[in-house]
């Protein structure tokens, strides 16, 4: 079983994350963000990766450090598990429809982070959760996991759709490219020889 689990704790949070790739989407989240647990629920069930994540962050102070360090820790999850990525599809693609929202989300596990972005929001919050760090949560987990990811909202207009056509979607490129080829035989999938940058 491919499973990682990581403890981070400073002075800003205090984070318990596990996962595991061969799950089947289970989820218990509590990061004290409503609507940032909802989103890491999505992407646990759409991607069936299994996912444990507690957080007691600073939210007296603001959102920022509990948003950043569960996208830093769950990256960092994900990256323990996936070892040396023997085997791994590697790449993944997924259009997201939702309603009158399409998003698409395109990503390689590379090992070279990085983040394009090409979606907004119209309004400053979802739920409690500040929209301005929605973007900052997905840099902050491509750099901890080595991802090459793009993320482009194709048309829409509802803003709670936006969202969850972004995360559906970001859990379904993660399912293709997490997924063992039996054909690859455990080979690593770069001429390289390595994924690790």
């Not at 959760?129 to 840099?139: G, K, R, V």
């Given at each position: 079983?491919?499973?990682?689990?990581?403890?981070?704790?400073?002075?800003?949070?205090?984070?318990?994350?596990?996962?595991?790739?061969?799950?089947?989407?289970?989820?218990?989240?509590?990061?004290?963000?409503?609507?940032?647990?909802?989103?890491v629920?999505?992407?646990?069930?759409?991607?069936?990766?299994?996912?444990?994540?507690?957080?007691?962050?600073?939210?007296?102070?603001?959102?920022?450090?509990?948003?950043?360090?569960?996208?830093?820790?769950?990256?960092?999850?994900?990256?323990?598990?996936?070892?040396?990525?023997?085997?791994?599809?590697?790449?993944?693609?997924?259009?997201?429809?939702?309603?009158?929202?399409?998003?698409?989300?395109?990503?390689?596990?590379?090992g070279?982070?990085?983040?394009?972005?090409?979606?907004?929001?119209?309004?400053?919050?979802?739920?409690?959760?500040?929209?301005?760090?929605?973007?900052?949560?997905?840099?902050?987990?491509?750099?901890?996991?080595?991802?090459?990811?793009h993320?482009?909202?194709?048309?829409?207009?509802?803003n709670?759709?936006?969202?969850?056509?972004?995360?559906?979607?970001?859990?379904?490129?993660?399912?293709?490219?997490?997924?063992?080829?039996?054909?690859?035989?455990?080979?690593?999938?770069?001429?390289?020889?390595?994924?690790?940058?």
């Open positions: 079983m491919r499973m990682a689990s990581i403890t981070r704790n400073t002075a800003e949070t205090k984070i318990a994350i596990e996962v595991n790739l061969d799950g089947t989407g289970a989820y218990e989240i509590s990061t004290g963000i409503g609507f940032l647990d909802h989103m629920e999505q992407f646990s069930r759409h991607s069936l990766i299994d996912v444990k994540m507690t957080i007691d962050g600073d939210l007296h102070v603001d959102q920022h450090h509990t948003t950043e360090d569960s996208a830093l820790a769950l990256g960092q999850a994900l990256a323990e598990a996936l070892g040396d990525k023997g085997g791994i599809g590697r790449y993944g693609m997924a259009y997201s429809p939702m309603d009158e929202t399409l998003a698409r989300v395109s990503l390689d596990i590379s070279r982070p990085y983040l394009v972005w090409k979606a907004g929001f119209s309004q400053e919050k979802l739920g409690e959760w500040d929209t301005e760090l929605i973007e900052h949560w997905f840099h902050s987990v491509a750099q901890t996991c080595g991802l090459t990811l993320v482009e909202l194709l048309y829409g207009s509802n709670h759709h936006i969202c969850e056509s972004i995360y559906k979607g970001f859990a379904r490129a993660m399912r293709q490219a997490v997924e063992l080829d039996a054909r690859k035989g455990g080979a690593i999938p770069s001429t390289k020889g390595t994924l690790n940058g």
